[in-house]
Structure formats: C-alpha cells, structure tokens
C-alpha cells in the first residue's frame, strides 16, 4: 500500500469485516489512521460481506453522496 505522503489528498473510508480472511483487521485500521482515513469494521462479516451486501451497498452510496 501506498505511504501517506505518496498519495494524492482525498476523502477515503474502508469498510472491511471483523473477521475477514484475507486482510489484516488491525493492520488495515493502523493504515487508515496513518493516511487519515476512515474505516467501518461490520462486527459479523467476513472479506466476501455474505449476508452484508445491501448493508454495504447503502454504507457506499451513502458515503459517496456525502463527499461528492
């Protein structure tokens, strides 16, 4: 992933699952927090968002139609 200082100044949120498989929980939390972003952690989800989907889908477009 790219440093802080390498990328462009921008709005940014992860939305990652507690217990996903693939990706670092914590480590993506200390990323967002170096680069300023924001993160969502859904509690009971995984990296694939199973029985998440519409919940993410509203988490998204509702970020986007704050920030546009």
């Known amino acids: 992933l790219p440093e802080a ?3 462009e100044p921008a ?7 507690a ?5 670092d929980v914590a480590a ?3 990323y967002a927090e170096d ?8 509690p ?3 990296h694939f968002f199973l029985s998440r989907r519409e ?6 477009v509702t970020y986007i139609n704050e920030h546009i």
């Open 44 to 46: 009971s989800s995984d």
């Open 28 to 30: 993506l939390a200390d």
């Open 11 to 17: 709005e940014r949120k992860f939305i990652i699952g």
């Open 35 to 42: 680069i300023g972003a924001a993160i969502e952690i859904y």
């Open 5 to 7: 200082d390498e990328l």
């Open 55 to 60: 919940r993410l889908a509203s988490d998204v």
């Open 19 to 23: 217990r996903d498989q693939l990706v």
